[in-house]
């Protein structure tokens, strides 16, 4: 998959799959990054202050770090991340070898409902980039 | 591999400081961090030991304005230089796009500024990158401790352990004064951009 260049359209379409399947549902701020920590887009409700190019530089870090120790115990991956705090979560997914799904979000939404939500919304890319 | 976002007009570039231990890649950054500050809209991240070493990685953002109608957005990152984080320096070079190569000009130093290079060649290959093609700018730092009286390579002897095969451009510097810090990181910036366009067209 080339994702180095993604188009003005499909850039939109994942705007909008995010803003649909994630924003409405409450979630603060969604971030697709490579693991070069390179920010393919992000969304928020409007309200979140986030400094996002350091979060998704720290995000790649800590997911290849997890990626090595996935591999120290015989594990080909661990796919997903969930990092819980008083007032806010991130929940990291990943949706192939090079791209990275972070959700931020509060204590409202329950984890559940938003994995099932981003089970959801990495299938509609996968199936955006498929297409192409 | 940088990335560009035709949507909202934003091309991404990743710059990595690379080097051996303690030859002044986090200083280097902090300079630019400290004298830039106004173009600089984030903080510096530092992952570091409580010694004061980098454990992980630094990382600086900042935007450099327009070139084509295109937001130039430049990411500095420094790798740990001790020699047992190999690992995590391979993981910092990722989709790199252009690297600054920080050697310690003190004359004790020689064998590790040649050791972190060929490391450096080795790392890039697993990513099937080459450090020959690679935009790549030397700089030779440390050179106010002349004055000092510690013994410091002289910069022919840099160039021969070091460039005689590469042949990029290298600057001597002082990260703790700033000197040669900005004209590195021009360097560096000009040959990435000009390497991504090239790409491109």
Known sequence: MNYGIVSQEQLEQIDTILSEKLIKLGVDCVI??????????AKDNGES????????????????????????????EFSLLFHKGQDSNIHFS???????????FGKEISLGFLRLNVVDVI?????????? | MSFINLKDKVVQVKIVYYGPGRCGKTTNLEYINKTYRKQIVSEMVSLKTHGDRTLFFDFLP???GKIKGYDIKIQLYTVPGQVKYNATRKLVLRGVD????????MAKQREKNIRSLNQLHENLQSYKESIFRIPLVMQYNKVDLKEHGIPILPTEVLQKDLNSRLKVPYYEASAITG???????????????ISIQKKLL
């Open chain 1, 32 to 41: 697709i990054i490579d693991m070069a920590g390179n920010i393919i887009t």
């Open chain 1, 49 to 76: 202050k986030y400094d996002v190019y350091s979060f998704a530089a720290l995000a790649a870090g800590n997911f290849a770090t997890v990626d090595a120790m996935a591999k120290l115990v015989g594990e080909q």
């Open chain 1, 94 to 104: 990943k949706i192939d070898d090079e791209l990275l799904l972070i959700s931020m």
């Open chain 1, 123 to 132: 299938e509609k890319i996968r199936q955006l980039w498929n297409k192409k």
């Open chain 2, 62 to 64: 900042f935007d450099m």
């Open chain 2, 98 to 105: 252009g690297i600054v190569f920080v050697a310690d000009a």
């Open chain 2, 179 to 193: 000197y040669n810090v900005a004209l590195t990181l021009k360097k560096i910036i000009s040959s990435t951009v």
